[in-house]
């Protein structure tokens, strides 16, 4: 009888452990990202949505969720392919549901927390609110926020993620798009040959040592390293096409001093993201390098750089190809963190 | 020692809550017109110039409210922001809590979401960009929106859009309204204070005087939006105050 009392409270104790010991479970767990020793430090401020396990993991289901998109069809992972740095791989444009095509290729995903601005023509100015543009263009995803929402908001499983992410299940649009931003932060490419040479770990062979010192002599003002872009908007000579009509940043600011000026795009991973060029146009590095050769067509906002051409023989092509190369990061690629998830 | 914390926080608890417990309640009740009359939807009005039209959609952002003391000083009130929308009767009512006890002679605020919020990402309840108030293509907020017919306009569907946004120093719009209480407000005390406002859209044509036909769709920042701006700052009037 002495001892039942005893029993009974000890097993109740025992319980309060075992409760306690799953809440402390479900808590986020922070995440601390390794930054590359030879970058400069992160623009992206995680101070307003620091990293945990739970959130990037929220994020990533959301990246391959094909239920995103208005007619369940098409996840951002349909067009942001991991093989292709989470360019479309063969896609000159991008396109969605229904058969929609917008006028400019998929941007490659990676280091991210670098920039300041997104798409082709830097109209989206956080990383948090990117994601809203390929959720709602009714050539991309084409979905209503609001409906979309609903949606996520009546789904266990979201319910279930979203309290593990943030503690409690309520579904918002500022909490989607953070945890978005949660996954997309752990896209680091920062593990190319390149950068083992950078940090005196490996040696460039003859032929990509060539194709550096060119790379430094005519690309590295605009692809500027160690991020291979200075993100800057240029206007690079590529000849305007009629059909699509993209003025570039000028629709951003409105400025004609911004007619035909797109992103520098990133060249780490250049030779797995092709096509090339803001809408797809070339399918090859080669017609890329004989672009800047002889293809340049100059307008009135036309970098002075470029605009003589680069000048590019058949021996420097195929060095500037070798050192292109060992930009391409295969831990990044086939990093298991960030590869497709199945959605039931 | 422990006692002495335990007792200063008892203290400052203390004097927390009597201070909260002083402030006033500060609300405000607009009514939308268009010129004379009361707005409805889907109804039929002119514009000053004589142009008809009907409204289908009002809404706009207002932030950043402070108040004018006797001694033309600015008390600024916590950061709220709010958007009224025509078709949502509760949200033409502000409600303030919180207001320190003084002479008060006006208020300010701005009419739209200040330039931070519109680089800081996502944000949660008013400013939740499921709402529509918000450029996927070029970030940043609409500030103001009216959408509705006229016949005047040669589209198939005789639609005008007026979205106006612009927070970068080019194509800012941004808009603080000031306006003078009709007499000063003495608040002391616990006290629920109601100030009746109109905003009237007719405001949103005049003086540079904007027709339909000249631009029927304004959906980004620009020379067009900066115009309207400049009109409808002066949509506001304060038309009574209830103690």
Request: charged fraction near 20%; include cysteine.
């Amino acid at each position: 009888m002495k001892y039942k009392a005893t029993y009974i409270v000890a097993g109740f104790c025992l319980l309060i452990v075992l409760v306690q010991g799953a809440i402390v479970q479900q808590k986020p767990m922070p995440v601390q990202l390794i930054f590359p020793a030879h970058f400069p430090p992160p623009v992206y401020d995680f101070k307003h949505n620091p990293l945990t396990r739970q959130g990037i993991a929220l994020g990533r289901f959301m990246f391959y969720d094909f239920r995103l998109s208005k007619d369940s069809t098409v996840s951002c992972g349909f067009c942001h392919q991991q093989f292709a740095a989470f360019g479309h791989f063969d896609h000159a444009l991008a396109h969605g549901v229904a058969g929609g095509q917008g006028i400019r290729s998929v941007p490659t995903l990676f280091n991210l927390i670098w920039q300041k601005e997104f798409m082709w023509d830097g109209g989206v100015n956080h990383l948090d609110i990117q994601p809203l543009t390929p959720l709602t263009d009714r050539n991309e995803m084409a979905s209503d926020l609001p409906d979309l929402l609903t949606k996520m908001r009546s789904d266990t499983q979201y319910r279930r993620m979203f309290k593990e992410a943030y503690g409690s299940d309520s579904i918002t649009s500022e909490r989607m798009f953070k945890a978005f931003s949660q996954f997309v932060a752990t896209m680091i490419s920062a593990n190319a040959k390149y950068d083992s040479v950078m940090l005196h770990k490996a040696d460039f062979t003859a032929e990509e040592a060539a194709g550096y010192k060119i790379y430094q002599k005519k690309c590295a003002a605009c692809h500027k390293e160690p991020l291979f872009t200075d993100f800057s908007y240029r206007s690079n000579g590529l000849p305007y096409l009629e059909a699509l009509n993209d003025v570039g940043r000028m629709k951003i600011t409105g400025s004609t001093d911004d007619n035909l000026r797109f992103k520098v795009p990133s060249l780490r991973n250049v030779l797995k993201s092709a096509p090339y060029m803001h809408d797809g146009r070339f399918f090859d590095i080669f017609q890329v390098f004989d672009f800047y050769d002889h293809g340049i067509k100059v307008t009135a906002t036309t970098d002075p750089l470029v605009k003589d051409g680069l000048s590019l023989n058949a021996q420097e092509k195929r060095q500037l190809y070798f050192f292109l190369n060992t930009l391409t990061d295969d831990s990044f690629i086939k990093n298991e963190g960030l590869s497709e998830i199945l959605i039931n | 020692m422990i006692l002495r914390i335990f007792l200063s926080l008892i203290i400052v608890v203390g004097i927390v809550t009597s201070v909260k417990g002083q402030s006033s309640f500060f609300r405000m009740s607009i009514t939308h017109m268009v010129g004379n009359d009361t707005m409805q939807r889907e109804t039929n009005y002119y514009t000053p110039t004589g142009e008809p039209f009907t409204i289908s959609r009002f809404r706009y952002f207002l932030s950043n409210f402070a108040l004018l003391t006797a001694d033309d000083k600015y008390i600024s009130l916590a950061p709220t922001y709010f958007l009224i929308d025509e078709s949502k009767p509760a949200s033409k009512i502000i409600e303030l809590p919180d207001i320190p006890s003084g002479k008060y002679k006006g208020v300010r605020f701005l009419l739209g979401v200040d330039s931070i919020k519109n680089v800081s990402g996502p944000q949660s309840g008013a400013l939740a960009v499921e709402s529509g108030m918000f450029w996927s293509w070029n970030s940043g907020y609409i500030m103001a929106q009216v959408e509705g017919h006229s016949p005047l306009i040669q589209s198939p569907t005789r639609e005008f859009v007026f979205h106006v946004g612009g927070y970068k120093v080019k194509d800012q719009i941004l808009k603080y309204i000031s306006l003078t209480f009709p007499e000063n407000l003495e608040l002391s005390g616990k006290q629920n204070v109601t100030l009746q406002m109109t905003a009237d859209l007719n405001k949103w044509f005049l003086p540079d005087t904007i027709r339909f036909q000249q631009q029927p769709v304004i959906m980004a920042p620009s020379y067009q939006a900066k115009r309207i701006a400049a009109n409808y700052q002066h949509m506001f009037q304060i038309i009574g105050i209830q103690k």
